[in-house]
């Protein structure tokens, strides 16, 4: 969970290059930041109370939210991924 804490925090110095900015410099994808954020913490804390249902969905939001979905995002045409890997 730290690592996942630690490139998300990595994230928010990279900027957005591809469609439209929040701010000069964030796009739609650094939401995803604000997702690990909030759920890493939520997370842990649900585990440390027992609540296991909670911590259960906090974890499966951020592996869908901060994994899957954002992890989709990276292969947007224009992308750096995209380039590599498809163009």
Do not use: C
């Amino acid at each position: 969970m730290l690592l996942m804490l630690l490139t998300a925090t990595v994230t928010l110095f990279m900027s957005a290059e591809v469609g439209p900015t929040l701010l000069g410099h964030f796009g739609f994808i650094h939401l995803f930041a604000l997702l690990v954020f909030y759920s890493v913490p939520a997370a842990y804390i649900a585990i440390r109370k027992g609540d296991i249902q909670k911590h259960r969905m906090n974890m499966l939001g951020l592996y869908f939210g901060g994994l899957v979905i954002a992890g989709a995002f990276t292969f947007v045409p224009g992308r750096l991924l995209h380039t590599w890997l498809i163009a």
